[in-house]
C-alpha cells in the first residue's frame, strides 16, 4: 500500500491522506512513525474516529500511556482517553486546560519518560478561538548560529508546574505545586544523535543564573522557536486527528472560552528521560532574584 503524507511547510506538518478503514494498516502505521520523525505533526483530515478506534491507532504506534492520571484528582476512570476540555462536568480540573494556552511540552513536569507521542481528535469544535499550533523545537535548534548552539548545550534548565500554572493562576494554589521540580538539559540530545530545545512555559529557570538572566534566555528562546517558518497551526475541521512528536514540539491553542469545545487525546509511551528531578539546591538558586 502507498501511504500519500502531503508536506504543509517545509520545516514541519504533514497531511495523511488515507481513510479510516486503513488506519491500523501496518504500512500506515509505519508510514507514519517515520515520517512523525521528520515532519513533527501529521494531520489526519476528519477521519472521524471514536475512542475505540483512537486507542487501537495509538496501540500500534507504540505504548498507551495515561500520564494524565499522575495528576492530583485526575479522572482514573478515563480508560487512557483524557477529554481536554473546560466543561467542568467532564474534566474537574480546568486550571489545567487553561494552561495549555501556553506553549508546552506534554509531561514536561513529570518524573518520567517524555511521553514520545500524543493523538488528539476533535470532537467538538469552539466557534471562536481553539486552533492549536505546533512549533518543531529540532528545527528551531538546528537554525541557531553554531557559537549559540555550543552556549546552549552545556546549560541545565529547572522546570515547573508552578510556571506552567503561573499565567493561569498568578499565583498557584499550594495543592496545584508538585514538590520535585525537574531538571531537562536546555538541548536534548536523543538516543538517535538528533537534537532539540526542551522549552516551554514550564521552563522556569537555568541553572548557574540568576532568574532573571535564566528567564529572559528562555522567553527569549521560546520566541524563536514560536516564530512561523518553525510553526503549524491546525484549525480544527470536525473529526480532524492529529499526531504529534512530543519530544521535539512545544504546543498550545489559541484562546477559547466554549465549554462545548471537546478533543480526546492519547499518548504513548517514551523511553527517553532526558532530565531528573531537580536538586532543593540548584532550585533555590535558579530562583535567587539578584
Ligand atoms: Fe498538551
Redesign the pocket.
Known sequence: MIVQIDPVKPQIGGIVRISKADLCNPAVVEAVRSTLEERGVLVFPEIAVNDAEQLAFTDRLGERVNFTRRVPGSDSSANDVYKVTLDKEINNEPDYVLG?FFW?V?GATMDMPLPKA?VLSGRALSSTGGATEFANLFAAYAALPAAEKAALECLSVVHTIEAGLRPVWGHPPPERLAPSPMQHPLVWTHADGRKSLLLGTHADGVVGMKAAHGRALLWRLQQWAAQPDFVYRHEWRQGDMVVWNNEGLM?RVEPYTDGHRAMH?TSIAGREKPGYIASPEAVAKTFEPV
Open positions: 495549555t508546552h506534554d500524543t504546543h487525546r
